[in-house]
């Protein structure tokens, strides 16, 4: 074996420095690096790739828990997706979505996230502690528990509502009665804290040198944050709105725990009705489709990012 | 000592970890060697809230079969989760065929689907050689054969549904008991009366409605409702869906009634996933709820080995049949369901789990689980024993409404439509729709679900 390895070698004599380099006889490059990785290539493609093709091919079956669909599944080809397209609940669980992404994501996380991270620059340790460490904390906490915290603060005879009956006001139920803002406030409070972490460590790379020459210049603060700090923090903004909305779409366990996706589907986005088609109706085929159509949403918003906030625009 | 050239060791190296890998992978593949076991018999069944019957009953069988079975292993599986996950989570077993159960804890109307999927495998010669299949009525052998004419289940028990009501709240509202309202005008006038005599404190009538109490407003609030009119979900002869009758529209319009009155729990009490285990456990001990549209088996909340045993409901809790809408015939009508033992399609020895599964549904286990399941027994030594009968006061009542009760159409789009009806009644008992809103949306949704082709309107 050893010998049939160094007959090789002759052939691959044209690349002088690398053979002087390396003590061993030289083998194809591909099958250095695949030899170690072979196991977890392996491990990756059964485990990640395997499950990612299955679903692609089950949207086109009608793959199903139950049934005669369970026994004998059928290639039904565009059948699901012709389904997804005329069915209302989906257009509603798409706008639902795209407004929690927008609500809690986009505008929500950014902008709170950024606004931390502003505020926290320059300031004492103490306080940058104290501040990283409440925002971090409800980052921190496990998603089921942050629905029973919202659900325990916004319920009727929850705390917001003890408050509010405080300075007279009528106790509302807040999970029936607003159910989608309930969810993004929710979701704000507990995904603040990375795209604060990503901001911060954004600011902190931008050059102070910039920023004292505008305001010799005569810039006030606002014009400074907008003329120099934001274009520099571009592509900070544009990688962290690209993981947040990957983050966002995918929210499930949060709006499961506080509203179910309730009341009367008001607040059911979809991996909801993807979870609702797929495992309480077990309709596999139609569930995965949705999956698909979940990606395609993403996808189109972090198009969006990529063209609104190409890095080349800022030198 | 021959020295291992570097590229080589690291190779072997490589190669191990890739055989490692491979056989944990083959050993994960074929996983839990177990169910394969000729000498291993899996029950899978719901253990859940407030309903102990079950793990007491497959705890008892799985002790005392080993027991006289040394070689013999049974092996539960108990599984934590409201109805609809149960469902979920045993076809998921049953779609790997080392982990498909050899006997399902299974609901009735789901055994046609599952027969489909090819999980279940039919009974017939054991049940055929069963010295104890005579004792089975009519109604459980029927409940439990599919469309294809096979037995594939054996009945553990069958349930109705009625109206429980609460003597002392009676009495301090100055309603006679015993209470037999005839149409459903005199259930709403009773719940106005106990509303302005006993004030806030008390819910007049509890009527389960929207979708986060899942089937149980399906079945305990809305069909409840609509076997009393001259409606239906489905109907049978023609084999369609049925949309736009006037019944459905009424049916409707009682929980509109009862929500828009304050006649029921608020809505945020009742849009509670939990609201049946909240009421039965809490509630109604509690002296809370005057009414409850409720099964026959809510007795089991209230037993010795309940979570919170109240055995006083023998001297407070009354059980009266739901009227039909304006009392026309029969005069009352139920709704029934019940839960089967069905034997997999794939288990490694079939005759073994049969006798596992006899052996649990023998004289002994049946009436103890009729006890504290709240069940309306099947087997005629069980509905008869003097144990059962002493140990169930209201099972005379209950099991008289098996004479008025109706099923639900057990098909694969039943899931669907049943979800639907939530959300009928959802919107109306928010006050999102009329009644008349609500059915349209619904019709629309049931087209979609079934095919125009297989609804019918009007009736």
Redesign the interface.
């Given at each position: 074996m050893e010998s049939t390895l160094t007959a090789a070698a002759p052939q691959r004599a044209p690349r002088p420095r690398r053979s002087a380099r390396s003590a061993r006889p030289g083998r194809p490059g591909i099958a250095r690096w695949l030899v170690p990785l072979a196991p977890a290539l392996f491990l990756l493609l059964t485990f990640f790739a395997g499950p990612i093709l299955w679903t692609v091919w089950a949207s086109f079956t009608n793959a199903a828990l139950t049934g005669a669909a369970a026994a004998d599944t059928e290639f039904v080809g565009l059948a699901n997706i012709e389904r997804l397209l005329t069915d209302p609940q989906f257009l509603d669980a798409t706008v639902v979505t795209v407004v929690f992404l927008v609500g809690s994501g986009v505008v929500g996380q950014t902008v709170l996230g950024l606004a931390l991270a502003l505020l926290m620059q320059n300031r004492g340790a103490a306080v940058r502690t104290a501040v990283s460490a409440i925002v971090v904390g409800a980052w921190v906490v496990p998603e089921v528990v942050a629905g029973f915290v919202w659900v325990a603060f916004l319920e009727r005879e929850g705390s917001l509502n003890a408050l509010l009956d405080q300075v007279g006001l009528a106790p509302q139920n807040w999970l029936y009665t607003a159910p989608i803002l309930a969810v993004v406030l929710a979701n704000v409070w507990k995904g603040t804290a990375f795209s604060m972490m990503t901001y911060s460590a954004g600011l902190s790379e931008v050059p102070t040198d910039l920023k004292e020459a505008a305001r010799v210049d005569g810039a006030s603060g606002w014009r400074v944050l907008w003329h120099v700090v934001l274009p520099l923090l571009r592509r900070t903004i544009a990688t962290t709105l690209l993981l947040v909305t990957l983050q966002t779409v995918q929210v499930f366990t949060l709006i499961f725990v506080m509203t179910g996706g309730g009341p009367g589907g008001r607040s059911t986005t979809l991996p909801l009705l993807m979870y609702q088609e797929a495992l309480n109706f077990g309709d596999l085929g139609y569930g995965t489709t949705i999956a698909l159509a979940l990606l395609v949403v993403a996808g189109l918003f972090s198009l969006v990012y990529v063209r609104l906030l190409r890095p080349e625009e800022v030198r | 000592m021959t020295r291992v050239?570097?590229?080589?060791r690291?190779?072997r190296a490589?190669r191990a970890?890739?055989a490692a890998?491979?056989l944990i992978?083959a050993a994960a593949g074929c996983g839990g060697g177990a169910q394969d076991d000729p000498n291993t018999v899996t029950i899978a069944y719901q253990d859940f809230g407030t309903f102990q019957a079950a793990d007491d009953l497959f705890t008892k069988v799985k002790e005392e079969f080993e027991g006289q079975n040394p070689d013999v292993t049974v092996e539960l599986r108990p599984i934590e989760a409201p109805a609809?996950?149960y469902?979920?989570q045993v076809?998921?077993m049953?779609?790997s065929a080392a982990e498909a159960p050899d006997i399902i804890y299974e609901d009735s109307f789901?055994i046609n689907?599952?027969v489909?999927?090819?999980?279940l495998a039919p009974l017939d010669e054991y049940w055929e050689a069963w010295e104890d299949a005579g004792q089975y009525n009519e109604q459980a052998d029927a409940a439990v054969t599919a469309l294809d004419g096979k037995r594939y289940a054996a009945m553990l028990g069958t349930d109705t549904r009625g109206l429980w009501y609460n003597t002392e709240l009676f009495d301090q509202a100055g309603v006679d008991t015993p209470w037999e309202p005839r149409t459903w005008d005199e259930v709403l006038e009773t719940a106005r009366t106990i509303r302005s005599e006993l004030g806030e404190e008390v819910t007049p009538l509890n009527v389960y409605s929207?979708?986060?109490a899942g089937e149980q407003s399906s079945m305990q609030g809305f069909q409840m409702l609509l076997s009393g009119t001259d409606g239906a979900l489905f109907d049978e002869e023609a084999r369609k869906w049925v949309t736009g009758s006037a019944g459905f529209e009424d049916a409707l319009a009682f929980v509109e009634t009862v929500y828009s009155e304050d006649l029921a729990l608020?809505?945020?009490d009742a849009?509670n996933?939990n609201v049946a285990t909240l009421n039965n456990e809490e509630r109604i001990p509690a002296g809370e709820i005057a009414i409850s549209l409720d099964g026959s088996w809510v007795t089991q909340s209230w037993i010795e080995s309940a979570n919170k045993p109240w055995p006083e409901w023998q001297d407070v809790m009354e059980f009266a049949p739901m009227p039909t809408q304006n009392g026309q015939d029969p005069g009352a009508t139920s709704m029934s369901g019940g839960w089967t033992l069905a034997l997999g399609s794939q288990s490694a020895n079939p005759d073994l789990a049969w006798e596992v599964m006899s052996h649990a549904l023998n004289e002994e286990n049946a009436t103890k689980f009729a006890i504290e399941g709240g069940q309306i027994p099947v087997r005629e030594d069980v509905a008869s024993s003097p144990e059962f009968l002493e140990a169930s006061p209201m099972a005379e009542q209950a099991a008289a409404l098996v004479d008025v009760t109706h099923f639900r159409p057990a098909y694969?789009e039943y899931?669907?439509i049943s979800?639907a009806v939530q959300?009928a009644m959802?919107?109306v008992m928010?006050g999102?729709a009329t009644p008349a809103e609500a059915a349209e949306t619904y019709a629309q949704e049931v087209e979609?679900i079934a095919g125009a082709d297989n609804v019918t309107s009007g009736g």
């Open positions: - | 050239p570097v590229g080589r690291k190779r490589a970890a890739a890998a491979a992978l609809e996950d469902q979920t076809n998921l049953n779609q789901t689907q599952d489909d999927a090819g999980y929207g979708t986060p608020a809505p945020r849009l996933a694969s899931p669907r979800l959300e959802e919107a928010l999102e979609g």
